[in-house]
């Protein structure tokens, strides 16, 4: 059974920096890609950054590029978004799908309707 556990959100202001972390269980991280998505109040669910191990591979929307940094622990099970230099439309809650195992990944890894499993989330709040 999939299980993704995300935390590590919280409140800082802009300039700052989080690390997120995504625990999953049912899967390992070699066997499926994984992204981390947001979604702010009002707004649709986007797209920040995604991983495949098995080919690896990140991917990063052009917003967080220089920003934000993937990364995983297969042993842990764990992966992390790494964000630095924190702006106020970071604000969000970020959650983290696997995604299916597929050669084409890299084209559609953007496309929230490829992702069918999504955690709690975790809220990410950049104010002064």
């Known amino acids: 059974q999939v299980q993704l556990v995300e935390s590590g959100g919280g409140l800082v202001q802009p300039g700052g920096s989080l690390r997120l972390s995504c625990v999953v269980s049912?899967?390992?991280?070699?066997?499926?890609?994984i992204a981390w998505f947001r979604q702010a109040p009002g707004k649709e669910r986007e797209a920040v950054s995604a991983i495949s191990r098995s080919a690896g591979s990140s991917y990063y929307a052009d917003s967080v590029k220089g920003r934000f940094t993937i990364s995983g622990e297969n042993l842990k099970r764990t992966v992390y978004l790494q964000m630095n230099d924190l702006k106020p439309e970071d604000t969000a809650v970020y959650y983290c799908p696997p995604a299916p195992r597929m050669a084409t990944y890299g084209a559609y890894w953007m496309d929230s309707s490829l992702y069918n499993y999504w955690g709690q989330g975790t809220q990410v709040t950049v104010s002064a």
């Open positions: 049912g899967f390992t991280l070699s066997s499926r890609p």
